[in-house]
């Protein structure tokens, strides 16, 4: 009897431990995610695709963020700048809508789209990952690290990581790990951009808990909110009351067709006086944000009372099918600020508007472009009149540096979302839904090869990076005159970012751009050859084709003679026009130096964008 309760005691244990051993492989993951937002869906898709065992942890049962879950489905910018997996997903929705003039519904964007399909579209995404796994409905209730990261969910199981990416609406993951952060507006002497204010403050820009609109085609008036007044928006459009306003005021009819979405839906998200809401929200508990948010509904609920009755769009509502919640609202508000991390590398407005001319070149380690003005709400705060006036403040296009998603203090943590480690002022551009669809993107690449090279985030090489993301057709500089699709778009791409050509950027209106001018003829003083003195002898005289491929051919030490078979390889190279005597030009100088010498792998880049050697990164 003795014997047989032993033998059933060892099974009994065996069993133990294999139930235990298959939990530790459940809870057990490469990389975790927490936030399945606009960059947290993205970061974990391509960390997954990659190869990396992920999990992504989301609070609804909705993916993609402000994009979706917040109802602000208008993407603002990049639309001539689709890169990576923002054209991917513009691309889904082509083809769900027939046609890419079929997103062109409101004025606000050129790619407009209901909530509901985006999220339709990024779940159909991430259900063909086979290494991704999704916990829906999970609140993060605890984070610490010991030799991984371990994440605690709210009345749930703990995960743990290898690498951990804070995709978090207001960058909840930060203050859990004790690391330094900054809320609300810089002095301006903290990074010399002399349109911030003289002192720093925690004012934070306004959100909107925004609405989408269904045409009923009836009457559809709700009944009066609760402290209603219609002076509240009657400066919301040209209503003929509006004495002292300093800001443009549209029709009625251009503020509803505005967040025109298809299928006659309308993205009530009005910024002049509508239904943006202040509410620093950002330290407060899960509680008392809740409470802030439903004052964002009454707001709005207010608001649409007014457009039903005062402007006389009594047959549009709230359109219930779109998220199907109690109230029709969508699952979360729309913050357009958060925590900003103390990174690497911060980007300031000054590293926008001139990037050339800064003391750290961090051009060089871009990851992201964006291409829409410093944007900040502030007209729903009380003392308004008296902030720094910030909005759509011109700049030129810019890249995101790497250096900005990896806070100091911490080994394999990194930021996304809106708390990357950016300027105040900077913040109201790179917030936007597509600059951080591709800080998502990056971050999940970056993510994985630290896995992949069993490295630390911070020695992993930027330009193994920067090559992932240029694969997958993204942009680490903002080349709007060169698309994805160029044959040579990679070589003026990757010669960019070592600085030896130089790029304009100018602001035209609304519209940021920065030219490449591949087609123009080079020019010796557009030739920066600092810090390659050991690689190339002195430029010739003139720049023309012959003497530029045998410049080229003493810095690789061979002598080729120029003959049929090098006029097939400069056609092997998409280039054109071979002629000898003809001055070169910039676009066909960069294919021919990246590809007869290949700077940009020849020597890596640190957070600060100055060249170190590969041998020593």
């Not at 349109?195 to 808990?209: E, G, K, V």
């Not at 402007?311 to 779109?322: G, K, Q, V, W």
């Not at 700049?395 to 300027?423: C, H, M, Q, R, T």
Request: charge should be neutral.
């Amino acid at each position: 009897m003795i014997k047989n309760l032993k033998i059933r005691l060892i099974h009994f244990l065996a069993f133990i431990m294999m139930l235990l051993n298959l939990s530790c492989s459940n809870s057990s993951y490469d990389i975790v995610i927490v936030g399945g937002g606009t960059s947290g869906v993205v970061s974990a898709i391509q960390s997954s695709r990659m190869g990396s065992k992920t999990l992504l942890i989301e609070e609804s049962n909705w993916l993609g963020g402000m994009l979706t879950s917040a109802g602000v489905s208008a993407m603002d910018g990049n639309y001539k700048l689709p890169s990576g997996f923002l054209k991917e997903f513009r691309d889904s929705l082509v083809s769900h809508y027939g046609h890419l003039d079929s997103l062109k519904t409101g004025w606000v964007s050129n790619t407009m789209f209901e909530p509901s399909i985006g999220n339709q579209i990024l779940k159909d995404i991430v259900n063909s990952q086979k290494n991704l796994t999704i916990k829906y409905n999970s609140v993060v209730d605890k984070v610490y690290k010991n030799e991984k990261f371990v994440v605690k969910i709210k009345g749930g199981n703990s995960y743990e990581s290898r690498v951990l990416i804070d995709a978090t609406e207001l960058g909840d993951i930060i203050p859990m790990l004790n690391l330094p952060y900054s809320i609300g507006m810089d002095s301006n002497k903290k990074f010399k951009e002399d349109i911030a204010p003289s002192r720093a403050n925690n004012i934070i820009q306004d959100l909107t808990y925004v609405m989408i609109l269904k045409d009923y085609q009836k009457d559809m008036t709700i009944d009066k909110p609760k402290n209603y007044d219609r002076n509240e928006f009657i400066c919301s459009f040209d209503s003929g009351e509006c004495a002292q306003t300093d800001k443009k005021l549209w029709s009625k009819d251009k503020l509803i067709s505005y967040g025109k979405l298809p299928n006659n839906k309308y993205m009530i998200n009005w910024p002049i006086n509508g239904n943006d809401y202040y509410t620093n929200s950002i330290e407060m508990s899960i509680k008392d944000r809740l409470l802030n948010y439903e004052k964002a509904k009454q707001k709005s609920l207010r608001f649409l009372y007014f457009i039903q009755t005062e402007m006389n769009y009594n047959n549009l509502s709230i359109d219930y099918d779109e998220y199907q919640t109690k109230d029709g609202f969508p699952l979360i508000p729309y913050h357009r600020e958060s925590r900003r991390s103390d990174g690497m590398v911060t980007l300031t407005l000054n590293d926008i508007k001139s990037p050339y001319s800064n003391n750290n070149p961090i051009y060089r380690t871009g990851i992201a472009v964006g291409d829409y003005p410093v944007d900040h709400h502030h007209g729903a705060y009380e003392n308004y009149i008296n902030l720094p006036k910030l909005d759509f403040y011109p700049v030129p296009s810019y890249s995101v540096p790497i250096g900005s998603l990896i806070p100091k203090g911490i080994d394999n943590f990194i930021i996304a979302e809106k708390s990357i480690s950016v300027s105040n002022l900077v913040n109201g551009t790179t917030r936007l839904q597509p600059v951080v669809m591709q800080i998502g993107q990056a971050a999940g690449i970056l993510a994985h090869l630290s896995i992949k090279n069993n490295q630390s985030i911070k020695y992993v090489n930027i330009r193994e990076v920067q090559s992932e993301i240029l694969k997958n057709k993204g942009y680490i500089l903002p080349y709007a005159d060169v698309k994805s699709d160029h044959p040579n778009f990679i070589s003026y791409q990757k010669i960019g970012a070592c600085g030896i050509l130089r790029s304009e950027g100018i602001n035209i209106g609304w519209e940021n751009k920065t030219f490449f001018y591949p087609n123009k003829n080079l020019k010796h003083d557009q030739i920066f050859l600092d810090n390659w003195e050991d690689l190339f002898e002195t430029l010739p005289k003139k720049l023309s084709v012959i003497n530029i491929i045998e410049w080229l051919n003493k810095a690789r030490g061979v002598n080729i003679k120029i003959d049929n078979d090098f006029k097939d390889y400069w056609a092997s190279l998409s280039l054109n026009d071979f002629r000898e005597d003809r001055i070169i030009k910039r676009g066909e100088f960069a294919v021919l130096l990246d590809n007869m010498i290949n700077p940009f792998l020849n020597l890596n880049v640190d957070f600060l964008g100055n060249f170190i050697s590969n041998n020593n990164d």
